[in-house]
């Protein structure tokens, strides 16, 4: 199985400002995900990072709110931009491995955010 | 279209009780399915899969889930519930291997001492 690390693991932020959130991977990965998980919610998917293209994006979310970077198997960052108090919550990164961990799905641990 | 329902998203059960968790899917083509869980304040940990084998799969921590495609159902079940076993606990389902996954609601499971 994968592991993934996310930092920073929480933060608390000013509105109007931007956070980046690094995603590792301790091995290549086929396809990385970032979701987004409000209190007491499900996980939402805000896009896939794809290897050295553009991100692809879920209705309802935007490259300019959320720039997403892949420029390697095994690395990813999500930048929520201009942050508002409704941007306030987890943020999780996934992967899907390779050969036999296609079908399975990783997460990293999550980044709380918390927007004031 | 894929998608995932989880009945009760609050389900309590007393300690040494039997766990039953209901998912139920739609989807196009055979599925994979999946129960996932998550502890307060961590990421979501993989419980158990299925990949079109057997139907009744078995996890990790005593969960185990059966596979039945008449009622497009995949319920976690776990014969005798823990104190740690209080988390939140989430279905998806897939259509195959590398692609997107789609998650039910979550469940909270309580354990009543």
């Known amino acids: 199985s994968a592991v993934i690390s996310q930092k920073p693991s929480r933060d608390i932020c000013q509105r109007g400002t931007s956070l980046t959130i690094q995603c590792q991977v301790d091995s290549q990965v086929t396809m990385m995900f970032w979701y987004r998980q409000q209190p007491g919610q499900s996980l939402t998917l805000i896009a896939t990072a794809n290897q050295g293209s553009e991100a692809t994006y879920e209705s309802g979310f935007v490259i300019d709110k959320f720039p997403i970077s892949r420029p390697n198997l095994t690395f990813s960052t999500l930048t929520v931009s201009n942050m508002s108090p409704e941007d306030s919550s987890i943020y999780l990164c996934?992967?899907?491995?390779?050969?036999?961990?296609?079908?399975?799905?990783?997460f990293g641990p999550g980044t709380r955010l918390t927007v004031t | 279209a894929q998608s995932v329902t989880q009945l009760g998203s609050h389900v309590s059960v007393s300690e040494g009780a039997l766990v039953l968790l209901r998912c139920n899917y739609s989807?196009?083509?055979?599925?994979?399915l999946f129960w996932y869980v998550q502890y307060p304040n961590q990421g979501l940990q993989l419980l158990l899969k299925y990949t079109s084998a057997a139907t009744l799969v078995k996890g990790i921590n005593g969960f185990e889930a059966e596979f039945k495609k008449s009622e497009t159902s995949f319920h976690l079940t776990k014969p005798s519930a823990h104190m740690s076993d209080a988390a939140e606990y989430f279905c998806?389902?897939?259509?195959?291997?590398?692609?997107?996954?789609?998650f039910g609601t979550g469940t909270s499971l309580t354990v009543i001492p």
């Open positions: 989807s196009s083509v055979p599925p994979y």
């Open positions: 998806a389902v897939s259509v195959g291997a590398g692609n997107q996954f789609y």
């Open positions: 996934s992967a899907i491995g390779w050969g036999t961990a296609t079908y399975e799905q990783y």
